[in-house]
């Protein structure tokens, strides 16, 4: 083994009390990840801080140009757009995909007939490669007679829907396959968190005879807010960054129609990988990691006082 | 229903089947088919021919594995699938060695500084990927690694919420044990990879499928750090596939298929561990 016994023949490892024998050991088993956390993690991290200061196209070398990034940004209107197309995946994904979690693991949860098999049907859909469901949900929003939903909606006397030619329907319609790809996880979690809940807490309250609506509200919910302040953040985070979906879905116009999908990672992406454009991406990552460092800081603080 | 009178005998003799739970059952039961319809739509129009994608009946008339034949022909599907598997794997093992190594270390060994680099390490959590693309990109246009394996690979090779679950995990391994196997004068790297790494096997598991399945579905990175047709991972393979076809929706979805079939074959034959691991790792992350 390469980080085996460092110099152990030599007389200064033998001079060496255990516990110092210990410590260095300790350090030896940290060398290579404190190089790659520094390198990889740290050091980028600096860098992008850096780089959004500066005017970079990677063709002549980058110079200093203060906050002229964040001005541009802020006075882009495609910034704000895409800002709002961002807090649209958030506000209507999270509460969206926790209320359907919730209640299917709710439910779930008391069901032990094929209990295995119904939980499968709602766990599969989370090992699906987003950006290969990504295209069949977008064959599924297309016209008759090619799009199944359509064609369903049609075989009931509902009118064609345009979906992602729509500059209202698209959002909604790339949110769907993003919301069906995360529940499984979420349903999981959620029975994880009810199972640790002890059944004498149920017992007692059935003695007491409150309704099944009062024990979900008084006993359940409250000792589940460690669960529930797990996922929402963790699909805030999933939402705020979503990309395969809309890079995919929209592959021809990425981020349209009229950039009314565009989300802030697609921003980024089309900055500083299609017109090259690194301080002025690098500025847009920096808000990112704003936005999502204030979300969670605010979601920690609500969940953790209610 | 049909089931309805059953059920309200079934009540009155204090049988446990009521009408209401079957109807709670029959609404999960229908939420799941739905759920499974994306996949169910796509594995049935692959084996569908062009001239019948329009027919949207789910069961296929003359079902036939002809578009697997034409997009496995010309070996670009193949190509994508060894490098995503060769990718998913390496980080894989980098993940499972490193992550552990690093959280038994910070739960098992006492020395100054110990608390620092935990805190370090826990605090790239805050760092969203998107924020080190650039420089990635950078240090891998400098070093060559466009278009290599390492430079798809190299930003996932450690993660601080890998180091963090085996961190928890080291926590619950009584010292005795390896206090027993030091007496025994056995070396701290033996110590930790004979005794105390087959103590924490469920987390190992819980692990390696989210670094797996992270990697295998990745498409941000992949995107971005290759450039040739030949470096492509599956996701990103499929995506450059899916534009080229237009609208050969069947050609796609086989191509979509291709990509999902083999992560759901592993989900049918670990289903079990796999349940777990998400559940461990949800709640210990």
């Keep these: 083994m390469v980080t085996a016994s460092p110099a152990k023949s030599s007389r200064l490892w033998d001079g060496m009390s255990l516990r110092q024998k210990r410590v260095l ?21 600096l860098e992008a801080f850096w780089l959004s200061f500066t005017d970079w196209n990677l063709l002549r070398p980058a110079s200093f140009v203060g906050l002229a990034n964040y001005i541009r940004l802020v006075n882009d209107p495609l910034f704000w757009q895409v800002f709002r197309n961002t807090a649209a995946y958030l506000v209507i994904g999270t509460p969206l995909s926790l209320l359907i979690s919730f ?37 599924f929003y297309q016209p008759v007679p090619i799009g199944v939903i359509n064609g369903f909606l049609s075989s009931i006397g509902i009118p064609q829907q345009p979906f992602l030619r729509s500059v209202t329907q698209a959002l909604p319609a790339i949110l769907a396959p993003a919301v069906w790809a995360g529940l499984g996880f979420q349903v999981i979690i959620f029975m994880a968190g009810l199972r640790a809940i002890p059944s004498s807490y149920y017992e007692a309250a059935r003695i007491d005879g409150l309704s099944e609506f009062t024990i979900l509200r008084k006993i359940t919910i409250p000792l589940l807010k460690p669960t529930i302040v797990f996922l929402v953040v963790f699909s805030s985070i999933g939402f705020l960054r979503i990309f395969d979906q809309v890079y995919n879905m929209t592959f021809n116009d990425p981020g349209g129609p009229l950039n009314t999908t565009k989300p802030i990672v697609l921003m980024i992406y089309q900055t500083a990988f299609k017109s090259m454009e690194m301080g002025y991406a690098a500025a847009q990552t920096v808000v990112l990691f704003l936005i999502l460092l204030v979300v969670s800081l605010i979601q920690l603080r609500v969940l953790k006082d209610r | 229903m049909t089931t309805a009178p059953l059920s309200a005998h079934g009540a009155r003799r204090g049988f446990p089947v009521r009408p209401g739970r079957i109807i709670t059952w ?7 088919l739905v759920m499974v319809t994306p996949i169910l739509f796509m594995l049935s129009t692959s084996l569908k021919d062009a001239s019948q994608v329009y027919d949207l009946r789910l069961i296929p008339e003359a079902p036939s594995l002809d578009n697997y034949v034409t997009v496995l022909s010309d070996g670009r599907f193949l190509r994508w699938f060894i490098n995503s598997l060769i990718v998913a794997v390496c980080v894989t093992l980098s993940n499972v060695f490193f992550d552990s190594l690093v959280g038994y270390t910070l739960a098992k060994f006492n020395f100054r500084g110990r608390y620092l680099v935990f805190i370090a390490i826990l605090s790239t959590l805050m760092i969203p990927t998107e924020m080190l693309v650039i420089p990635w990109y950078l240090m891998a246009s400098n070093f060559g690694w466009i278009d290599t ?5 190299f930003p996932g090779m450690m993660t601080a919420f890998g180091t963090f679950l085996m961190k928890q995990f080291f926590e619950t391994v009584p010292d005795e044990f390896l206090e027993a196997a030091r007496v025994d004068g056995l070396n701290e790297f033996t110590i930790w990879w004979r005794v105390a790494m087959p103590l924490v ?85």
């Design chain 1, 25 to 45: 050991w300790a350090w030896s088993f940290l060398a290579v990840p404190i190089l790659f956390y520094s390198v990889i993690r740290f050091w980028p991290t």
């Design chain 1, 103 to 139: 209640a299917v693991a709710y439910y779930l949860d008391r069901v032990t007939f094929m209990h295995g098999f119904i939980r499968a049907l709602y766990f599969l859909p989370f090992l699906t490669t987003a950006a290969a469901m990504a295209w069949v949900w977008r064959w």
């Design chain 2, 26 to 32: 029959t609404l999960l039961f229908l939420g799941g």
């Design chain 2, 149 to 153: 394996y390492w430079g798809i690979m």
């Design chain 2, 201 to 285: 096997t469920p987390a190992l598991s819980a692990l390696a499928i989210f670094t797996f399945l992270g990697n295998w579905t990745a498409f941000f990175w992949p995107l971005i750090v290759t450039n040739s047709r030949d470096l492509y991972t599956l996701p990103v393979g499929l995506s450059s596939f899916a534009v080229e076809q237009a609208i050969q929706w069947e050609m796609i979805m086989t191509g979509a298929s291709l990509a999902t079939i083999p992560t759901l074959i592993v989900f049918l034959l670990l289903q079990r561990y796999i349940v777990r691991g998400v559940m461990l790792a949800g709640l210990k992350g």
